[in-house]
């Protein structure tokens, strides 16, 4: 097959935080056959290789990449049965809010609390998308893939994806073995949403937006998020990010006691410290850390900043480099250490660092 493989890209433009180095090679895959022609090129050149998405959750090198980048352009959504549940393949492509928006309209209920989170939809398992009380992982029933060791295209179920907070196998378990082509959920018709976030619960309740109102429930989560600087939005500098740059924090029983004790010094009179249950263990806010280790909304060091919405957000100020989030990012993370003895981390990737 004839990839057309193009030489010294820019990949900042095709990432949220617009930051990055160029890609050495880079080529667009629009089918199967494409990305196997892109692996094959890959190693019979003895290059590096990384799949590119929507562009978001990831942090690029200053460098750039050092090899192949190939963004995956699958695209198509197909309705594979519809009864009680509406069962869905959305190729790996296609980017995740236009299918949400899709699926709220055809009133299939599931993922309307993940609106207005950027990138594809090939990704969202990858990270096990969630956010305002849903994850991704609750409504995925397959993900097909192509395995880099032997060429071949494989279904893996739900349990073979081995989902987490925040985790998944391709993530933490079988790390560049596999590139995502589509992925199958399995949405309720007709469906109430899950409403678990409190902030979204006052939201709906004072507009008195019921939960069967797919739309008014997605309508609000992207206020929310709006508010937050979490939709993109070319005339707010404050969406020039990876989205939340930290995972909250989740402790045991005991590793929470000795955190409230430390907690206990920096809080005012009366003031409760967020925390939810998660499992045996408990989670903590990574943006209420932040904040009671110092740092303010609009926090800036160099080109690299907080949002001035929200401090979980790291921001591009304007011709910020990786450097500047990297120096931003360890500063905030060694303030929180020191603070409360927790250690935060990062949600993005990080592509072409040594």
Avoid at 45 to 50: I, M
Avoid at 147 to 168: H, T
Avoid at 326 to 333: H, M, P, S, T
Wanted: net charge neutral; charged share 25%.
């Amino acid at each position: 097959m004839n990839l057309a493989i193009r030489q010294d890209v820019p990949l900042a433009p095709l990432t949220t935080i617009g930051i990055g180095g160029p890609a050495r090679f880079f080529a667009q895959a629009t089918s199967v056959d494409e990305i196997r022609a892109a692996v094959s090129w890959a190693r019979d050149n003895g290059e590096a290789l990384f799949f590119l998405g929507g562009g978001s959750n990831l942090l690029i090198s200053d460098e750039g990449f050092k090899g192949l980048v190939v963004q995956v352009g699958l695209r198509g959504v197909t309705l594979e049965s519809e009864d009680e549940y509406a069962t869905v393949k959305v190729a790996a492509g296609e980017r995740w809010d236009d299918f949400v928006a899709v699926a709220v309209h055809k009133g299939w209920a599931g993922i309307e609390c993940l609106s207005g989170i950027p990138g594809s939809t090939g990704a969202t398992p990858i990270q096990n998308v969630g956010a305002y009380g849903q994850e991704v992982s609750e409504t995925i029933i397959r993900v097909e893939v192509l395995d880099l060791r032997d060429g071949r295209v494989k279904s893996l179920a739900k349990w073979d994806c081995r989902f987490g907070y925040r985790s998944s196998l391709f993530k933490n378990f079988e790390r560049d073995r596999y590139v995502v082509l589509n992925v199958t959920f399995r949405l309720k018709i007709g469906g109430e949403a899950s409403v678990r976030y409190p902030e979204l619960q006052k939201v709906l309740a004072d507009h008195g937006t019921g939960v069967a109102d797919l739309q008014g429930v997605r309508d609000a989560v992207l206020a929310i998020r709006r508010r937050k600087g979490m939709v993109l939005d070319p005339g707010d500098p404050d969406t020039r990010s990876d989205g939340s740059f930290f995972m909250n924090p989740v402790v045991s029983s005991s590793e929470f006691e000795t955190f409230m004790k430390k907690a206990r010094a920096v809080v005012a009179v009366g003031e409760t410290v967020p925390h939810f249950p998660a499992g045996d263990s408990v989670k903590l806010s990574a943006a209420w850390l932040i904040e009671h280790a110092g740092f303010q909304k609009g926090y800036t060091r160099g080109k690299a900043g907080l949002s001035t919405k929200h401090t979980l957000a790291v921001v591009n100020r304007g011709e910020a480099k990786a450097a500047d989030v990297l120096q931003l990012v360890e500063e905030i993370r060694g303030r929180v250490r020191d603070t409360f003895g927790l250690e935060l981390h990062p949600e993005p990737n990080f592509i072409g660092f040594e």
